[in-house]
């Protein structure tokens, strides 16, 4: 059951972040990256981490993905004529990913401990509670360093996109 | 499944994540990419709480904590990120990378 | 305390001047004239006093190496003391008129009054580092005094020449005081004397002891030879001419290269100790002597005349030191400073008269122009001649030239033939200058100095004769003990006065011009022009090897290899600047593999 769901949202994911990278029409590259961000929280769910997958929808599929289009809207563009990709990058580009592949197999392949199956665990999972816990105690000081950042983030846009900036 | 399994999802995903990043030239998609491969970090991150088992039998969840701070530093990355491509294209009228190029020698 | 009162007042005189009194050139003059009035007085004072030393320590490095500042108080520094104070006051005093006129008379007061200071100090130095600081104090006061007149190239020249010619003696002089305390652990005179006689005494390793002891006081003599201007280092004194005459008189005849002299004669206990060395030293000297008089003989500047003359006569004295005749040599310093100091203020004088002319050919018929001058001028001339049983010269010669009989028979005939010469030359000098007929318009109208200039004449006029009698000279502890005299050497000094008189008048009486040449004598047997190419050589071959290590090395290798290295580094690396994001994103996943092959091998 669980090796089942695992393979279909892993090709699911996989798949889907192709049809970003081939997509010409960057609005249709936009939606497949939702479809991943999809895959990706059915991953998030099937090792037990149900928060974290609610708040990757969230945030990605409802804002950043959002954000994507209506930019993509704002600027207007065109999907594109000409080639998507330079040879010369698409060389590059093959160069380091099946570099990257072949490395990342080779250390997976002499990595024993992550070849056994993952640990039972205990029926109920109370992850809110955890996460809750842990974030607003032990990570107190970091998440209120993360608002602030957010807070920086917010007013850096506006200043950036005002069309007078002096 | 194995911790190994996921590992190579992420990885494989990280990787289709920087082939975008090398190989396209319209910069919004560029950002898409680097959001895909920030994800690949989470999946590797949640797989590796889920593997590491606190003594009381729960997922260690420093990891989780660790991946909903990514979130939210990619949310306020991609706004930041996307309002320089506007000014940008104020600027420049143009959103591929291989224009963008006045920093050589 | 007059010991140090002595020591101080020219001193405080030269730092009052230069600090202060720049500006003012007539308090300038005044201050350092009775700076050095003072001295004298002090002097005075001190040599009707006895014999005494007043030291304290200056640098305390234990048993080892002690150096006081002191004073030595006894018979041989009573007498310098009068000889160098009371020429210098006279000098001083001759100076206001001389310097009247130059612009700059206020810095020359304060080098005339450094030296003092450091002339002083040598006299009475206790010890050789003492010594040593004030010998350097000197050669830098005189540097300073021979450069007076810098705007002039010659003079320029002449005392960077004086300057570094010390140096070399200098350089050996300190090599010796350093060999010195290695081997005896003292620099003080008065200490050193009774560990010399010890050593010499002592029987073990004696012979590479005392060898050891004939090279230390050889180095030592480098000073001397250097400062007292003997052969080689002897070419910077007839330069040195190039300074103000008072300051030829003071201190490039009288007290200045007499210090060699009396370096060597207070440190005579060392030569007595190292007979090889004091045999070097006598060769060195009557060489000199003899060498000086045939240059002196050719000469047409009449300050340069009087330069040789005392190249020879400071020949004479060292080497009698080297006959082991040390009081003689005291005996001939203490006459010649006296009458060479009144030759060449007289000679100033001339120069004066003539609006500074020097060449004795363009002079003549001076003799009723300037009668005081010429009648002190020719009674110190006499005193340098050696004018038999009258003059202090005659004296003082006598005693080196017996000291030279006895020793060997060689030096006697040396002495002899510069004897023979020096009354040959200055005969030609002051026929020329004073008895023949006038040889240009400045000679014709010259005029007679003022009387500031003409006292200090006549009053050196009167030891240049009385100060050879035996009470006098022994009055001023100069009791020159006499040997056996098989030879009658008074009689052949006489013998050869007379020839060399004789001859010089013959020859030089009513000449326009000077009927002998001979190139070598008036070229001074070449030695510039030697160490012109001795110089050019050596510092030849050091530039061309610092050109080549300064453009190929320095600037080849490391400057331009510096920037060919950065430059080309730069201009390899400047093509990964495409300016496209994309490339540098392919290095830099490039690089992520290669760390993780690395980090996961």
Redesign the interface.
């Not at chain 3, 020097?358 to 122009?369: E, F, V």
């Given at each position: 059951m669980g090796s089942l769901l695992f393979n279909v949202f892993a090709l699911f994911t996989l798949i889907a972040a192709v049809g970003v990278v081939v997509n010409k029409n960057a609005v249709n590259a936009a939606m497949f990256l939702l479809l991943s961000l999809v895959g990706m929280a059915g991953l998030f769910v099937l090792l037990d981490a149900p928060l974290l997958a609610f708040v990757l929808l969230l945030v990605y599929a409802g804002a950043v993905v959002a954000l994507f289009l209506f930019i993509i809207m704002l600027l207007d563009l065109k999907a594109e004529n000409r080639r998507v990709v330079a040879p010369t990058a698409l060389a590059g580009g093959v160069l380091v990913i099946f570099g990257f592949s072949g490395s990342l197999f080779k250390i997976l392949q002499g990595f024993a401990p992550g070849k056994s199956l993952f640990p039972p665990l205990p029926t109920t999972v109370e992850d809110v509670k955890r996460v809750g816990m842990l974030l607003f105690q032990e990570y107190n000081l970091p998440l209120q360093i993360m608002a602030t950042l957010l807070l920086v983030a917010t007013v850096g846009v506006i200043v950036l996109s005002k069309r007078e900036l002096r | 499944m194995s911790l190994n399994d996921y590992l190579l999802v992420s990885g494989l995903l990280f990787a289709i994540g920087f082939t975008g990043v090398l190989v396209r030239r319209n910069l919004i998609v560029i950002y898409m990419c680097l959001e895909l491969m920030l994800n690949a970090a989470n999946l590797a991150l949640v797989s590796f709480s889920r593997f590491r088992v606190a003594p009381d039998g729960m997922p260690d969840y420093h990891g989780q904590i660790l991946v909903f701070f990514i979130i939210t530093v990619a949310a306020a990355e991609v706004a930041v990120g996307l309002a320089i491509i506007v000014a940008l294209y104020r600027a420049r009228q143009t959103t591929q990378v291989t224009e963008i190029n006045r920093m050589q020698y | 305390m007059a010991a140090w009162l002595i020591l101080l007042a020219p001193l405080v005189s030269a730092v009052l001047i230069w600090l202060l009194l720049k500006s003012s050139r007539a308090l300038s003059s005044y201050v350092s004239v009775a700076a050095v009035g003072l001295s004298f007085v002090c002097s005075c004072v001190v040599f009707a006093g006895g014999d005494f030393t007043v030291s304290f320590n200056w640098i305390d490095f234990g048993p080892r190496l002690t150096v006081p500042i002191g004073l030595t108080i006894d018979a041989l520094s009573k007498t310098m003391l009068l000889v160098v104070t009371g020429v210098g006051l006279l000098v001083h005093v001759y100076s206001l008129g001389y310097m009247h006129e130059d612009r700059s008379s206020s810095r020359y007061f304060a080098g005339l009054s450094l030296f003092m200071f450091s002339m002083l100090g040598i006299v009475l130095a206790n010890n050789f580092v003492m010594m040593f600081i004030f010998w350097e104090l000197v050669g830098v006061s005189s540097y300073l005094l021979i450069g007076h007149w810098y705007e002039k190239a010659s003079a320029a020249d002449a005392s960077k020449k004086a300057f570094l010619v010390n140096r070399i003696g200098d350089f050996g002089f300190m090599i010796g005081i350093l060999m010195i305390w290695a081997l005896l652990g003292t620099v003080t005179f008065s200490d050193l004397e009774p560990a010399v006689a010890k050593l010499v005494k002592d029987p073990v390793g004696n012979a590479a002891i005392l060898s050891f002891l004939t090279v230390a006081v050889l180095f030592v003599f480098m000073g001397p030879v250097g400062k007292s201007a003997q052969m080689p280092l002897h070419v910077w004194l007839p330069d040195a001419m190039e300074g103000p005459t008072p300051v030829s008189a003071l201190i490039h005849a009288a007290t200045m290269v007499a210090a060699g002299v009396y370096l060597l004669v207070r440190v005579n206990f060392l030569l007595v100790a190292a007979p090889m060395a004091q045999n070097v030293i006598a060769w060195v000297g009557m060489i000199t002597s003899l060498m000086a008089a045939l240059m002196a003989t050719q000469q047409n500047d009449i300050k340069r005349i009087l330069a040789y003359s005392t190249l020879s006569q400071l020949g004479y004295m060292i080497g009698a030191v080297g006959f082991g005749a040390a009081q003689a040599a005291m005996f001939h310093l203490f006459t010649h400073a006296f009458f060479k100091a009144s030759l060449f203020l007289g000679a100033g004088s001339v120069i004066h008269g003539m609006h500074h002319e020097q060449d004795i050919w363009r002079m003549g018929g001076l003799k009723n122009k300037m009668v005081p001058t010429f009648i002190t001028f020719g009674i110190a001339s006499l005193a340098l001649m050696g004018l038999p049983y009258v003059t202090s010269g005659f004296y003082s010669k006598d005693a080196i030239l017996l000291a030279a009989a006895n020793k060997s028979w060689i030096f006697l005939g040396l002495g002899l033939a510069t004897a023979l010469l020096t009354a040959f030359y200055m005969t030609r000098l002051f026929v020329v200058t004073f008895l023949n007929k006038p040889m240009s318009d400045a000679a014709k109208h010259a005029h007679e100095s003022p009387l500031v200039m003409t006292a200090p004449l006549m009053i050196l006029s009167v030891p240049a004769v009385i100060f050879g009698f035996g009470g006098v000279a022994k009055w001023f502890n100069l009791d020159v003990p006499h040997g056996p005299d098989p030879l009658h050497v008074p009689m052949l000094a006489a013998a050869v006065f007379v020839w060399g008189t004789v001859m010089g008048w013959f020859v030089y009486r009513n000449r326009q011009s000077d009927p002998i040449r001979i190139g070598l004598f008036a070229r001074k047997f070449y030695f510039d022009e030697l160490y012109d190419v001795l110089v050019k050589l050596t510092q030849e071959t050091l530039a061309r090897l610092s050109a080549f290590v300064d453009k190929y090395l320095i600037d080849g290798l490391l400057v331009k290899g510096a920037t060919t290295l950065a430059f080309s580094a730069g201009f390899v690396l400047?093509f990964f600047?495409?300016?496209?994001?994309?490339?540098y994103?392919?290095f830099f996943?490039?690089g992520?593999?290669l760390l993780?092959?690395l980090a996961?091998r």
């Amino acid at each position: 059951m669980g090796s089942l769901l695992f393979n279909v949202f892993a090709l699911f994911t996989l798949i889907a972040a192709v049809g970003v990278v081939v997509n010409k029409n960057a609005v249709n590259a936009a939606m497949f990256l939702l479809l991943s961000l999809v895959g990706m929280a059915g991953l998030f769910v099937l090792l037990d981490a149900p928060l974290l997958a609610f708040v990757l929808l969230l945030v990605y599929a409802g804002a950043v993905v959002a954000l994507f289009l209506f930019i993509i809207m704002l600027l207007d563009l065109k999907a594109e004529n000409r080639r998507v990709v330079a040879p010369t990058a698409l060389a590059g580009g093959v160069l380091v990913i099946f570099g990257f592949s072949g490395s990342l197999f080779k250390i997976l392949q002499g990595f024993a401990p992550g070849k056994s199956l993952f640990p039972p665990l205990p029926t109920t999972v109370e992850d809110v509670k955890r996460v809750g816990m842990l974030l607003f105690q032990e990570y107190n000081l970091p998440l209120q360093i993360m608002a602030t950042l957010l807070l920086v983030a917010t007013v850096g846009v506006i200043v950036l996109s005002k069309r007078e900036l002096r | 499944m194995s911790l190994n399994d996921y590992l190579l999802v992420s990885g494989l995903l990280f990787a289709i994540g920087f082939t975008g990043v090398l190989v396209r030239r319209n910069l919004i998609v560029i950002y898409m990419c680097l959001e895909l491969m920030l994800n690949a970090a989470n999946l590797a991150l949640v797989s590796f709480s889920r593997f590491r088992v606190a003594p009381d039998g729960m997922p260690d969840y420093h990891g989780q904590i660790l991946v909903f701070f990514i979130i939210t530093v990619a949310a306020a990355e991609v706004a930041v990120g996307l309002a320089i491509i506007v000014a940008l294209y104020r600027a420049r009228q143009t959103t591929q990378v291989t224009e963008i190029n006045r920093m050589q020698y | 305390m007059a010991a140090w009162l002595i020591l101080l007042a020219p001193l405080v005189s030269a730092v009052l001047i230069w600090l202060l009194l720049k500006s003012s050139r007539a308090l300038s003059s005044y201050v350092s004239v009775a700076a050095v009035g003072l001295s004298f007085v002090c002097s005075c004072v001190v040599f009707a006093g006895g014999d005494f030393t007043v030291s304290f320590n200056w640098i305390d490095f234990g048993p080892r190496l002690t150096v006081p500042i002191g004073l030595t108080i006894d018979a041989l520094s009573k007498t310098m003391l009068l000889v160098v104070t009371g020429v210098g006051l006279l000098v001083h005093v001759y100076s206001l008129g001389y310097m009247h006129e130059d612009r700059s008379s206020s810095r020359y007061f304060a080098g005339l009054s450094l030296f003092m200071f450091s002339m002083l100090g040598i006299v009475l130095a206790n010890n050789f580092v003492m010594m040593f600081i004030f010998w350097e104090l000197v050669g830098v006061s005189s540097y300073l005094l021979i450069g007076h007149w810098y705007e002039k190239a010659s003079a320029a020249d002449a005392s960077k020449k004086a300057f570094l010619v010390n140096r070399i003696g200098d350089f050996g002089f300190m090599i010796g005081i350093l060999m010195i305390w290695a081997l005896l652990g003292t620099v003080t005179f008065s200490d050193l004397e009774p560990a010399v006689a010890k050593l010499v005494k002592d029987p073990v390793g004696n012979a590479a002891i005392l060898s050891f002891l004939t090279v230390a006081v050889l180095f030592v003599f480098m000073g001397p030879v250097g400062k007292s201007a003997q052969m080689p280092l002897h070419v910077w004194l007839p330069d040195a001419m190039e300074g103000p005459t008072p300051v030829s008189a003071l201190i490039h005849a009288a007290t200045m290269v007499a210090a060699g002299v009396y370096l060597l004669v207070r440190v005579n206990f060392l030569l007595v100790a190292a007979p090889m060395a004091q045999n070097v030293i006598a060769w060195v000297g009557m060489i000199t002597s003899l060498m000086a008089a045939l240059m002196a003989t050719q000469q047409n500047d009449i300050k340069r005349i009087l330069a040789y003359s005392t190249l020879s006569q400071l020949g004479y004295m060292i080497g009698a030191v080297g006959f082991g005749a040390a009081q003689a040599a005291m005996f001939h310093l203490f006459t010649h400073a006296f009458f060479k100091a009144s030759l060449f203020l007289g000679a100033g004088s001339v120069i004066h008269g003539m609006h500074h002319e020097q060449d004795i050919w363009r002079m003549g018929g001076l003799k009723n122009k300037m009668v005081p001058t010429f009648i002190t001028f020719g009674i110190a001339s006499l005193a340098l001649m050696g004018l038999p049983y009258v003059t202090s010269g005659f004296y003082s010669k006598d005693a080196i030239l017996l000291a030279a009989a006895n020793k060997s028979w060689i030096f006697l005939g040396l002495g002899l033939a510069t004897a023979l010469l020096t009354a040959f030359y200055m005969t030609r000098l002051f026929v020329v200058t004073f008895l023949n007929k006038p040889m240009s318009d400045a000679a014709k109208h010259a005029h007679e100095s003022p009387l500031v200039m003409t006292a200090p004449l006549m009053i050196l006029s009167v030891p240049a004769v009385i100060f050879g009698f035996g009470g006098v000279a022994k009055w001023f502890n100069l009791d020159v003990p006499h040997g056996p005299d098989p030879l009658h050497v008074p009689m052949l000094a006489a013998a050869v006065f007379v020839w060399g008189t004789v001859m010089g008048w013959f020859v030089y009486r009513n000449r326009q011009s000077d009927p002998i040449r001979i190139g070598l004598f008036a070229r001074k047997f070449y030695f510039d022009e030697l160490y012109d190419v001795l110089v050019k050589l050596t510092q030849e071959t050091l530039a061309r090897l610092s050109a080549f290590v300064d453009k190929y090395l320095i600037d080849g290798l490391l400057v331009k290899g510096a920037t060919t290295l950065a430059f080309s580094a730069g201009f390899v690396l400047r093509f990964f600047q495409s300016g496209n994001v994309q490339a540098y994103a392919i290095f830099f996943g490039l690089g992520v593999i290669l760390l993780m092959l690395l980090a996961f091998r």
